[in-house]
């Protein structure tokens, strides 16, 4: 009985030393484990309900941490050193609210010089020659926000003319003096070289009547129709434009106009640029055969490149009459080329 007593003694003593060895064991496995895989381990043997919050609050500890961070975005580069802000982040600045730091300063008076190159069928000839308008009037940019400009417009001189010396439209300047002003809209943007590029959408023009839909609504053909008045005081509705020369007329009619300009600031800080233009007209009266049809311009046949606008800053303090009186001055290649819609 003794020995038994003594063997199981031994016996459990060597189970007890084996386990302190397995224990021991496991401890230095574990210390040389990361300390974030302990205390994974550790979190495991946790009642996980209970310590929900811990992680929660573990997790918003290291929002900020730096190493954290580093270890999440570790990217290599061969030159970190030639690594700018540009290569990292691809901001869209035309997005941003703040832009107009990016632009000089549009506001102020200038006066713009628009053509329309085109083609008409002359009265009398019967036959399409060249044709033009020629338009200077006095803007107002009073507003500028993120590269959009404000304006009112008001019209100083509109003359136009044909490639013939027989027959040639009269335009009085009552016919400039009776459009009023117009307020429009300038959008300025860089374009693919770094220039600062001019634009002003499609904009709608009715003269002498109301139209409700100025894109769509055909013009008025009778004189009494109640969306025509009397814009110039000529004492009949409409707008009075004459035929001088070999033969001698007049018409009132109503016109609508539409433009698109886009051009581009120059290193002066002057706009020029190319005007994209369509006319239609429609005769209400006329005292000869040769206008019942009218003589509308249009853009069909003529080179783009030849309708053109320009924009220059003036003295805030020139009114419509001095802007129309220095337009040789200010535009004389044009009115060389126009030496009869300058007078």
């Known amino acids: 009985m003794e020995v038994v007593r003594r063997f199981r003694n031994h016996y459990l003593l060597y189970c007890y030393l084996l386990f302190l060895c397995i224990i021991g064991s496991c401890n230095l496995k574990n210390s040389h484990q990361d300390p974030e895989e302990r205390e994974g381990f550790e ?63 549009m506001t102020g008076t200038w006066a713009n010089l628009t053509i329309f190159k085109g083609s008409a069928k002359v009265p009398l000839l019967g036959s399409t020659l060249p044709a033009w308008a020629v338009m200077v009037s006095k803007v107002d940019i009073y507003s500028q926000e993120n ?25 009085p300047d009552s016919y400039a003096e009776s459009l009023g002003n117009v307020d429009k809209t300038f959008y300025l943007s860089y374009g693919e070289n770094g220039e600062i590029r001019f634009r002003q959408d499609k904009l709608w023009e009715v003269r002498s009547c109301t139209l409700e839909d100025p894109e769509n609504d055909p013009l008025p053909t009778d004189i009494n129709d109640e969306r025509v008045f009397d814009a110039d005081n000529s004492g009949m509705n409409g707008l009075y434009m004459g035929m001088v020369g070999k033969a001698n007329g007049r018409a009132e009619i109503v016109q609508k106009v539409s433009t698109i300009l886009d051009g581009e600031l120059d290193e002066n800080g002057e706009v020029y640029g190319i005007t994209t233009w369509f006319e239609a007209q429609s005769v209400l009266w006329t005292d000869t055969f040769l206008l019942e049809n009218g003589a509308p311009t249009s853009p069909v046949g003529a080179d783009p490149s030849e309708s053109v606008f320009i924009f220059k800053r003036i003295d805030p303090s020139w009114d419509c009459l001095t802007v129309k009186e220095k337009s040789v001055e200010l535009f004389p290649e044009q009115a060389a080329l126009y030496p009869k819609e300058f007078q």
Not at 147 to 171: F, I, N, Q, S, W
């Open 43 to 105: 979190d495991i043997d946790e009642d996980f309900d209970e310590n929900n919050d811990e992680f929660a609050d573990f997790d918003a500890a290291n929002t900020g941490n730096d190493a954290v961070v580093d270890e999440k975005n570790d990217v290599e580069y061969e030159d970190e050193e030639s690594l700018s802000d540009d290569d990292v982040y691809d901001v869209d600045y035309s997005e941003t609210e703040d832009l107009d730091h990016d632009f000089p300063d």
């Open 147 to 171: 590269g959009t400009l404000k304006a009112h417009t008001e019209m100083c001189r509109l003359k136009a003319g044909t490639a013939t010396d027989l027959v040639y439209p009269y335009l």
